[in-house]
């Protein structure tokens, strides 16, 4: 088991910028159909954004944003009754559309329609503090047999990537070994699981808030949390339980924090292998190659692609001479050949694993944010975290985070947010 606590150098860090990063954060709608218990957007009526104003933000992200692919969020996405041109709109702007949604109103009927529109692949929120009818006494694990009528509905369609994303809280975090066995079963058509950890601002005794000069009652904002949560889970933690049954999983990069550069706010594996085997994990260099290839011949980095070069893994073996853990799973793949030859007929899986750590809140009230953050949106014309995006629509400015200790000085502190990653 490698430490990466102690050395993030051995990672590679991501490339990706604010101007120069592979995905970009659109909302067409505030209305949603379920409560999510972690979630930090109001559910908003007639929130609806009509197509001249979504096709306005997305020029928008072209001209301030080299990117790649646009998630396409909110609110629930398909309850916009224009989602089928939004993703056509995105598409013909050469982007790839990504649907980030709960998948209650996804019917095959919609997704034919959708794939002939042009979108690229979804992110599914499945988790268990959603209140999803017909699944509120259902566990995580128990919630992996609808996640796998989603991937195969997605697979049975054919050509779209399948990601599934789940938040984790302090209740929920022994349940993460079982979802990620389960998709390793699924490595064929999951190509993507997230872990977000759970972040809530919950006012104690050493904290005031503010706008401006003002201070403010934390409860007037929509992630608010309670007494008694625990909402300081580290990436690092999560991994150290996945590690216990999976000692070989190890991270290959990441993206640090705004105020911590040694923190690891977006974590990431891969994994290569067979539907009923796990081959390795790839190292940093691989990510390296794969970023920097993608860069130079696409002219933007990578984050999304069509499933079918996720089942290209063998191809990555040529990997093998620079990057010592691909030369691991080379030499597996090779062995098992001669305990069971017909595998030289299967496709070798390339399967990603992310655990995302939102905001952690420092003793000096600055907010360790996620440093070149792909989740940004548009507000105003700017490049603005998403997950700040209730505050700038509710007072106009940012929240912030002062130890009672430096309540003198609230003036003109340094810019601090209370921003929430989606949760």
Not at 89 to 114: H, M, Q, V, Y
Not at 224 to 246: C, H, P
Request: neutral net charge.
């Amino acid at each position: 088991m490698e430490n990466i606590t102690s050395k993030f150098q051995n990672l590679y860090r991501l490339p990706w910028s604010l101007p120069d990063n592979p995905i970009s954060w659109l909302e067409p709608t505030s209305v949603c159909n379920l409560a999510c218990e972690g979630c930090y957007r109001g559910n908003e009526p007639d929130s609806h954004k009509t197509l001249s104003e979504i096709d306005r933000e997305v020029q928008i992200f072209k001209k301030l944003r080299n990117t790649d692919g646009i998630s396409i969020a909110g609110g629930e996405p398909l309850l916009h009754p224009n989602i089928e041109e939004i993703v056509h709109l995105i598409s013909e702007a050469g982007l790839k559309p990504i649907i980030n949604t709960n998948g209650i109103a996804l019917t095959k009927e919609l997704l034919k329609s959708l794939k002939k529109a042009g979108v690229c692949g979804f992110t599914i929120h499945i988790d268990s503090k959603q209140g999803r009818p017909g699944w509120k006494d259902k566990n995580e694990l128990e919630l992996n047999e609808l996640r796998l009528k989603y991937a195969e509905m997605l697979a049975e369609e054919g050509g779209i990537f399948c990601a599934f994303n789940s938040t984790v809280y302090e209740d929920t975090l022994p349940y993460a070994n079982g979802m990620i066995e389960w998709a390793g079963k699924h490595i064929d058509i999951v190509q993507l699981m997230v872990f977000i950890l759970y972040r809530a601002a919950i006012p104690d005794l050493s904290f005031d808030w503010y706008i401006g000069g003002e201070k403010i009652a934390l409860d007037c904002l929509k992630y608010a949390g309670r007494d008694g949560e625990k909402i300081d889970l580290k990436s690092t933690e999560l991994l150290s339980v996945i590690q216990e049954k999976f000692p070989e999983f190890t991270p290959c990069a990441f993206l640090n924090g705004t105020e911590k550069p040694d923190s690891y706010k977006w974590l990431l594996t891969a994994r290569m292998g067979f539907r009923d085997r796990i081959l390795g994990y790839p190292g940093p260099k691989h990510m390296e190659i794969i970023q920097s290839i993608h860069h130079l011949v696409k002219g933007h980095y990578l984050a999304y692609c069509k499933p079918l070069y996720s089942q290209m893994g063998r191809s990555m073996l040529i990997f093998s001479f620079l990057d010592p853990r691909i030369r691991t799973i080379a030499v597996r793949y090779l062995k098992s050949l001669f305990t069971k030859p017909t595998r030289l007929f299967k496709k070798i899986y390339y399967q990603s694993i992310m655990i995302i750590q939102p905001v952690d809140f420092l003793p000096s009230g600055a907010q360790n944010m996620c440093d070149s953050c792909p989740d940004m949106t548009v507000w105003k014309d700017q490049l603005v975290w998403s997950c700040r995006l209730e505050e700038l629509k509710t007072f106009g400015c940012w929240v912030r985070s002062i130890p009672k200790s430096m309540k003198s000085e609230v003036v003109e502190p340094q810019n601090q947010t209370m921003g929430m990653k989606r949760a």
